[in-house]
């Protein structure tokens, strides 16, 4: 009912930039917060950032000042504009939503993921 869909993935090298979209579509009523979160093999999966239906965004301390969340709720899209990338942001980047369906019911929804890859 609710599919989200990332794009922006890839290899850069240590210091370059990627920008992460993730779209949602859907029986969307509304959108609550919308994020990211990435894992790594071996480990759980953890939060990059995430950010309110009104704008409030919270970032881990590993990623705070070098990546920026942000929303296009028109769209049912959010951004992650990741700078000064390092080795270790290498990861599978998966987006999520906390989305309200028309049909009243609220879920909390992820997309397939993607790689990011980040050479030294």
């Known amino acids: 009912q609710v599919q989200l869909v990332e794009s922006g993935g890839g290899l850069v090298q240590a210091g370059g930039s990627l920008r992460l979209s993730c779209t949602a579509s859907g029986t969307i009523f509304s959108i609550n917060v919308m994020g990211w979160y990435r894992q790594t093999p071996g480990n759980q999966r953890e939060l990059v950032a995430v950010?309110?239906?009104?704008?409030?965004?919270t970032y881990s301390d590993s990623v705070k000042g070098r990546f920026t969340i942000s929303r296009d709720s028109a769209k049912n899209t959010d951004y992650l504009q990741m700078n000064s990338l390092k080795p270790e942001d290498t990861a599978v980047y998966y987006c999520n939503a906390v989305v309200q369906t028309t049909t009243g019911l609220i879920g909390n929804y992820w997309g397939q993921g993607t790689q990011v890859t980040v050479s030294s």
């Open positions: 950010i309110s239906a009104g704008g409030i965004s």
